[in-house]
Every structure is written in structure tokens, then in C-alpha cells.
């Protein structure tokens, strides 16, 4: 039982740091659960004192003479448990006589009364402690697996972007849906039961081993014939659903690109040839889900024949012994009582084993640690008035290095753009501006304070960030441009979109600034969809502004209409471009040029034509000749 106690073990040590959160419903619902169990093990007494009082013994037969003939060496323990629970049986009828009828004994109103309620009220007693049992553990685990999907996300949001680079989308998405979703099943329709059965079983078998000790430790011994199947058929399922997890990530990640690149697929007559590959996934989710459903469905005739078995190896021990079929009985209806949650029990070890492989991806994810790290002690961050300094600043991804000791400095107003080739680190330089990496050696200093003892969010409140990649969410216009500045008022909202030249267009839509964008922003144009972003900036009102290739996607006449928005947002403001289209670049103060990581040009616009060096070459190459 080691393994699969581990994997118990696994999930609830994973699961008590939520789990206390509610503690007192955690508990009240094991409390219950056990008071759940000590009444379905005093239903078998209970049985057995109806059946006696029904027919009672004419000759009971004397236990000695039974202790005689099967002598064991444990007789010496033996004889002091027969003699407690003898004792205990007869002060507990001898209680409770007077309120029962009994066979050839005239019936008065006490017996009436009692008989009325004994079993009733042990059976009601059973059933709402169950209900409420399972109702507070269900509430617990509704609200412990809420919180586990909240966590998830905040993790993965606090990880830095190399992690998202190296990382799947299905594997992400699974890890916060699929994985919890799996753990909710094991707790929400295991954690009632994992306290009811096995307290059940042990309430029955102390009731049994009150009864008859020799016959329930007999059982006992026999016990270990039901348990080995189980557990080695949860290794087998434990190993499909491992399986299963993986390809469904695969599954997933290739649905994601599908559909994102549809187009594409559409485009290049790709359909069959992204079916066969979702086709390939699939069969193999077919070929581990047969394997777990027949490892499963395995579970419950094993079970079912080695009781069988088990039972009639009891009849004959029951018979040889010399009992009377009277006798016989309760202890019958013991080891039925017990059948049902036997079953159950071995269910959990089938689900536990199941839900494993996702409590381990999701312990992996929470132990992540973000490469960019928040500092112990963070200095102060005033608003930005000064320059945004680069040291001696190197970095890579791995073994290669993008930026090759890059020193730039740039005072507060002015506006620098970045040009270079593909590859030449412009894109990597702006996200260690904003702190998504940090550098490999040398430092980057914000109103000469080194980013790496500011917090990330101070940083990035001073920042504010157009990109080519144009982020629209599924949500209201007016959402989605307050996203710049949560809590942004309706006035704030409307007067960043005018400065953006995008109140017009959004005041036509049938909902203005309610009007729902849908996914992607499918709605809207291309140059209305990079407006809403540039409203958003707007309205962050950040002393620095980040144009990340702004325009690239856009044709000519929404470039147009899209610079004109850049050119407002990029007043009074530090700004920082970088652009592949160099004409984009004409209003800029000065101008970088990268080339392998390096800065090689560094100038303004005519100056750096003059110059006729890379940039030029680079200019000449769009059609843009020095005046």
C-alpha cells in the first residue's frame, strides 16, 4: 500500500494549505463523516439484537466449549477481548431490554415506542450526518479548488517571460483547467467517502470483532486477497493517465495554433494535414483511455469474485466451527455492510491514482520561481525626470548572447528610436527595459537607481507600452482602454480615446463605449484595434512611452491615421521606437542602430543618411534616399 498511500499522502499534502483555510467546515465535515460511521457499525448490533429478540436462542451453546476446540497461540488475548465484549454486549441489552419486544413476551407501550424508534432513528441519524457530511467537505472543496485556480494564475502571471517562451499554451492552459479539474474530482467525490468508508469498515469490524473476535479475525487475515488486485491495477491507470496528460497537452497546443493561424491553414490548403495530426493525438488519448477504463472497470469483478471467495472460505470456517445458521447471521450482515464501502474504498485508490499526475504538474508549477526576481528591500521610485542609463549591458537566451556591452544613455524628453536588422537585439533591449529579463552582466538605471532594486510594478507604472502585437480582451471598449489605468473614470476613458482620434469610430458602433469587443477584436479594423491600444497608453499618462514596431502591420492609410495618434501620445514624453519601417522614424531626436547586439550608428535622422553607413543602406533598401 505503499504507493498508493503516497499518492494520497501527495494530495492532501498539496491540498491542507487551502484546506485550513475553511478548517472548521473541513472538520465539522470529518466529524460527521465519523458519527456517520459509528452508526452504520451500530446497525449490525442493532440487526442482530432485532433477530435474537425475534427468535431467541433455546440452547445457547457454550463459548468454552467453541474456545476448546479452536485453540490458538493468541489465547492469551483472545480470552480477555471475548470476555470485554461478552460484558459490553450484555450491558448494552440489558439498557435497552425494556424498550424492545421480545418473542413469547407480552407487549407493552414501552416496547411499542422503542421499536418505532430504534431503527429509525439509527438510520436517520446515519443518513443526515452523511448528507451533512459530504455537504461541508463539498463546500470546502468547491472553494479550495476556486482558490487553487486563482493561485495558479497569480503564479503564472509572477513568472518571468523566459518561462512563457519555453512552455507550451495547451501545457499552461491544462495546468490551471484540466489539472485542477482533476483534482476537484478526487476531492469533491473523494474526500466524503475517504472519510466515511474506511471509518465505516473499522467501526464495522470493531462492531463484528465485539460480536465474535475469532471469526473477524479470521476475515482479517483474508483481507489482503481484495487489496493486491487494487493496487495493481492503480499502478496501471496510475501510468495511463500519465500518458493521457501528456498527449492532451500535445492535442491541446496543436488545437490553439489550429485556430489561431487559420488563416494560414485556409490559406496553404492545410486542413487535412492539420487533421491527421489532431487524428494521431487522438488515437493515442483512445489507446491510454481504453487502458485506464479497462484497469477501472477491472477493479469491481476482482473485487466482487475474491469476496465471493473470501466468503465462501467463511461458511466453511462458520459451519466447521459448529455456529448455527442464527448465529451466522449478523455477522453476515457485518460483511455486507462492509461490501459497499470496500468498494468505494478501492474507487478512491482508482481516482487518487487518476488525480496524481495532475497534482504533480500542478505542485511543479507552484514551485517555480521567477527568473527576474522582486528585491528584499525596493527603493523608493519617484517619477521618472532624469535619464534611463545602460551600463555595459550584455544578455542572452542560453549559450547565445544577443547584446554585446550596449551603453546608452537617454535623458528624460528625449525620443530615440531604434533601428537595425532582424535579429539584432531591438526587441530584446525593450523588454529589458521594462524589466521582463534582466541583464546577463551590466545594469540599467532608472533615474540612476539599478531596475534590479526597484519593484516591477513601480517600473512598469512609469511605462506605457504600444506594440505591433495588437492585445485587444473580451471585453467592453471602455474596458479595454481603461486596462492603461484600472479605475480609470468614464471621462478619463473618453478623453484618452480622443487624444487617440478614436472616439469617432467608437461612437458609431451600436454600443459606443460599451460595444463588446470580441475575441482578437475581430470587429474592428486594424488600424481602430491599434487606436483602442494606443487610447489605452493614453490614458496610463506613463512619463515613458515604448512604440514596439507600432505601425508594422498596418497598411499605408491606417499607418496614417495610427501615426498621427503616436505623434500626440508622444508629446511631452520620453519616448523609445523602435521601427523596421524607417520612415516612422523621421521625427525622432536620435536614432541607434544595431547590428549583432551592438551599437554601431548613433545619430539623428538626415545626420545618419548623410553618414551613408548601415542605416542608409538600410533606408535606401525602402525607397529612402538622403535630401
Known amino acids: 500500500m505503499g504507493r498508493p498511500m503516497g499518492n494520497l499522502r501527495d494530495i492532501l499534502r498539496f491540498g491542507w494549505p487551502y484546506l485550513r483555510r475553511y478548517r472548521a467546515r473541513f472538520f465539522a465535515g470529518i466529524l460527521l463523516g465519523l458519527v456517520f460511521s459509528a452508526v452504520s457499525g451500530a446497525l449490525v448490533p442493532a440487526a442482530s439484537l432485532v433477530m435474537n429478540r425475534i427468535d431467541p436462542p433455546t440452547s445457547p451453546r457454550p463459548a468454552e466449549a467453541i474456545a476448546e476446540r479452536y485453540k490458538t497461540p493468541f489465547d492469551s488475548i483472545r480470552a480477555p477481548v471475548e470476555k470485554w465484549a461478552r460484558e459490553s454486549k450484555e450491558a448494552a441489552f440489558e439498557a435497552l431490554d425494556p424498550w424492545l419486544p421480545k418473542a413469547r413476551r407480552p407487549l407493552d407501550w414501552k416496547q411499542a415506542v422503542g421499536v418505532l424508534i430504534l431503527l429509525p432513528l439509527l438510520m436517520a441519524l446515519r443518513g443526515f450526518t452523511g448528507y451533512f457530511s459530504s455537504y461541508c467537505l463539498g463546500w470546502v472543496t468547491e472553494r479550495v479548488i476556486n482558490d487553487m485556480q486563482v493561485d495558479v494564475l497569480k503564479k503564472l502571471h509572477s513568472l518571468s517571460l523566459d518561462y512563457f517562451n519555453k512552455s507550451q499554451l495547451g501545457d499552461l492552459t491544462a495546468r490551471v483547467q484540466s489539472d485542477t479539474a482533476w483534482l476537484h474530482r478526487s476531492l469533491n467525490l473523494g474526500l466524503s467517502d475517504l472519510v466515511k468508508e474506511p471509518s465505516t469498515v473499522l467501526f464495522v469490524f470493531l462492531c463484528l470483532l465485539a460480536m465474535d473476535p475469532q471469526m473477524t479475525l479470521f476475515v482479517l487475515v483474508l483481507l489482503p486477497a481484495c487489496i493486491l488486485p487494487v493496487i495493481v491495477l492503480g499502478k496501471k491507470i496510475r501510468r495511463a493517465a500519465d500518458r493521457s496528460v501528456t498527449t492532451k497537452v500535445s492535442q491541446s497546443s496543436l488545437l490553439y495554433e489550429i485556430l489561431t493561424g487559420i488563416r494560414v491553414v485556409k490559406a496553404f490548403n492545410l486542413e487535412a494535414y492539420q487533421a491527421d ?65 470496500f468498494k468505494k474504498i478501492a474507487g478512491l485508490h482508482v481516482l487518487f491514482e487518476q488525480s496524481s499526475a495532475g497534482v504533480r504538474r500542478l505542485g511543479q508549477i507552484l514551485q517555480e520561481r521567477p527568473t527576474v526576481a522582486e528585491p528584499a528591500q525596493a527603493s523608493a521610485i519617484p517619477a521618472f525626470s532624469r535619464s534611463l542609463r545602460l551600463k555595459n549591458v550584455s544578455f542572452g537566451y542560453g549559450d ?64 506605457a507600452l504600444v506594440s505591433q502585437e495588437i492585445v485587444l480582451f473580451d471585453q467592453s471598449v471602455a474596458d479595454n482602454i481603461a486596462c492603461g489605468k484600472l479605475g480609470a473614470s468614464r471621462d478619463e476613458i473618453e478623453a484618452a480615446a480622443r487624444a487617440a482620434f478614436a472616439d469617432e469610430f467608437i461612437r458609431e458602433k451600436p454600443g459606443g463605449y460599451d460595444e463588446r469587443v470580441t475575441e482578437r477584436g475581430a470587429n474592428l479594423s486594424g488600424g481602430q484595434r491599434q487606436r483602442l491600444c494606443i487610447a489605452r497608453a493614453f490614458v496610463r499618462n506613463a512619463p515613458l512611452l515604448i512604440l514596439d514596431e507600432a505601425t508594422a502591420s498596418l497598411d499605408t492609410q491606417a499607418e496614417a491615421e495610427v501615426q498621427k495618434s503616436i505623434d500626440a501620445l508622444s508629446e511631452r514624453r520620453t519616448v523609445v521606437c523602435v521601427a523596421h519601417r524607417l520612415s516612422t522614424l523621421a521625427n525622432m531626436d536620435r536614432i541607434i542602430v544595431l547590428r549583432q547586439g551592438r551599437i554601431v550608428e548613433d545619430g539623428g535622422f538626415k545626420e545618419l543618411l548623410k553618414r551613408g553607413g548601415l542605416f542608409a543602406a538600410m533606408a535606401r533598401g525602402q525607397g529612402i534616399e538622403s535630401a
Open 277 to 341: 495530426r489532431f487524428s494521431d493525438y487522438a488515437r493515442d488519448l483512445v489507446r491510454h483511455g481504453v487502458k485506464g477504463v479497462q484497469a477501472k472497470e477491472l477493479v469491481n469483478p476482482i473485487i466482487e469474485t475474491v469476496t465471493a471467495f473470501v466468503f465462501g472460505v467463511l461458511l466453511i470456517f462458520l459451519f466447521s466451527s459448529g455456529r448455527e445458521p442464527k448465529e451466522m447471521m449478523p455477522f453476515i450482515i457485518g460483511l455486507v455492510a462492509v461490501y459497499t464501502p
Open 400 to 463: 547565445r548572447t544577443i547584446l554585446h556591452d550596449v551603453n546608452l544613455d537617454i535623458p528624460a524628453g528625449q525620443r530615440v528610436g531604434i533601428a537595425g536588422e532582424s535579429g539584432s537585439g531591438k526587441s530584446t533591449l525593450l523588454n529589458l527595459l521594462f524589466r521582463f529579463y534582466d541583464p546577463t552582466s551590466g545594469s540599467i538605471e532608472f533615474d540612476g537607481v539599478d531596475l534590479r532594486s526597484l519593484r516591477t510594478d513601480d517600473l512598469r507604472r512609469q511605462m
